[in-house]
Each structure stands twice: as C-alpha cells, then as structure tokens.
C-alpha cells in the first residue's frame, strides 16, 4: 500500500510529531519506534480520509466549485501532483471568494487501495 505524508502538516500529524520528539529525547521513545509511529499514521490517515472523503462526495455533495487564478508552479513527484494558484476565484452558486495564494495537492486514489 502506498502512503503518502500529506497528513503530517495537519493539526495532529504537527502534535503527533512534536510528541513523538519530545519522547525520544527524553529516552521514553526509541527513534525507530517513532518512525514506525509516523508510518501508521500515514498509512491511516491516508485510509480514514480517502474513505471519509468518498463517502461525503458520493452522499453529500450536490454543488460544483470552479477555481480559477494563475498557476505559479505544478510539481508531479511520487504520484502526487501540487498546484500552486495565485489570486485564485472561486465560484459556484453560493460563493463566490477569492485567495491570494492556494496550494492543491492531489493523489491518485486508486494508490491507496493497493
């Protein structure tokens, strides 16, 4: 299964690593236990949200968004593809805001189920 680290920016993937530092240099935690911890985390995390997510977008979502703005970079690296917009729009019909700088990361969801 493919895992990809995404999640460790999140609020908790931040707390969990922070955690997992403390520990291992006080001793309570080995350093390679906590890379294990970390792995699992992404693994999960990766599962949890993919799942989550498609659930939500198959039973809950009903309208379009359209996004547009000037793309200032693209990456695609280890099947992962980063957009970066700059004075992005976005537009459905119940919002319409803007954005001086957005950051889209998308995977390929069929990687996860592998």
């Given at each position: 299964m493919?895992t ?10 931040m ?5 997992l ?7 309570a935690?080995?350093?390679?236990l906590a ?12 599962i ?13 979502v009903?309208?379009?968004v ?7 970079t693209y990456?695609?690296?280890?099947n ?12 459905s019909?119940e919002?319409?805001?803007q ?16």
């Amino acid at each position: 299964m493919a895992t990809f680290e995404l999640y460790r920016r999140s609020s908790i993937g931040m707390c969990l690593t922070e955690t997992l530092d403390e520990m291992v240099s006080t001793g309570a935690l080995s350093p390679e236990l906590a890379i294990q911890v970390l792995m699992q985390f992404d693994k999960c995390a990766d599962i949890t949200s993919f799942q989550s997510m498609t659930e939500a977008l198959e039973t809950q979502v009903k309208s379009k968004v359209t996004i547009k703005g000037h793309l200032h970079t693209y990456r695609f690296c280890d099947n992962v593809w980063t957009f970066i917009l700059q004075d992005a729009t976005f537009k459905s019909d119940e919002l319409n805001d803007q954005a001086r700088r957005v950051k889209i990361v998308a995977c390929d969801s069929k990687l996860l189920s592998q």
